[in-house]
């Protein structure tokens, strides 16, 4: 099955250092790439997505590849503000599987200003 | 606009007991997603409606159940409560036009206590 595998947390990083969230995926076909966010006490929001092999997903400074030969979709910032502390999940949709989303298990991120 | 909006937003229950979930989607929006979030891990998919009618279901037991309303509101069940039930409801709605992959726009939660 469907399958999603971030590094592990928490992470510590201080301010304006460069973020990288490793995330990893197993699916058959082509699936659709995602990042959400997690702040505390709050839902999920939608933080970048890719639709397709190559496309680079971008929001808010942080970037993401859509790597198909390497099964990967790594998250990255250059530089990261106190306020980008959260809880940051990897997932995928798979082509034809309308919305059920398969989630990483999430990766705490902590920026010491 | 409001966002997805979930009630309650707490909720603490007895093991064997019955819990009701509800979940209003974004106006307009007719897609309802459920997700389990157990602490300290993803969001696990449950159920997902368009219609009024279950499109999805992921790999939970019988005793969880839900429906969607004319309204495109949503209900989740749970029967008979384990403690393993504790865990952050999310749902999530998204719309239908646009073409795929469809966003979908979660609410905050609900946060279940078994105790």
């Known amino acids: 099955g469907d399958s999603v595998t971030q590094m592990e947390g928490p992470v510590t990083l201080s301010e304006e250092a460069f973020l990288t969230i490793n995330c990893t995926y197993t699916a058959t076909g082509y699936p659709s790439l995602f990042w959400y966010v997690q702040y505390p006490g709050e839902g999920l929001q939608l933080l970048l997505k890719?639709?397709?092999?190559?496309d680079k997903g971008s929001n808010k400074g942080f970037e993401a590849t859509y790597r198909k030969e390497t099964t990967s979709f790594h998250l990255e910032k250059g530089s990261v503000q106190v306020s980008d502390s959260a809880v940051y999940f990897c997932?995928?949709?798979?082509?034809?599987?309308?919305?059920?989303?398969?989630f990483g298990s999430g990766t705490q991120l902590t920026v010491l200003p | 606009d409001a966002g997805v909006t979930q009630s309650p937003t707490h909720l603490i229950k007895t093991r064997g007991q019955h819990v009701t979930l509800r979940c209003s989607p974004i106006s307009g929006h007719k897609s309802v997603s459920w997700y389990q979030q157990v602490l300290g891990q993803g969001p696990q998919f449950i159920f997902q409606?368009?219609?009024?009618?279950?499109?999805g279901r992921g790999n939970f037991p019988d005793r969880f159940s839900a429906r969607q309303f004319p309204n495109y509101s949503s209900e989740l069940n749970v029967n008979a409560l384990l403690l393993g039930d504790s865990a952050l409801y999310l749902c999530?709605?998204?719309?239908?036009?646009?073409?795929?992959?469809?966003?979908?726009?979660f609410g905050p939660g609900t946060r279940l206590t078994v105790t």
């Open positions: 409606y368009y219609e009024k009618e279950e499109r």
């Open positions: 999530a709605s998204s719309s239908t036009s646009g073409g795929p992959p469809y966003e979908q726009y």
């Open positions: 890719a639709t397709k092999a190559d």
């Open positions: 997932a995928l949709l798979r082509s034809g599987s309308a919305r059920q989303l398969t």
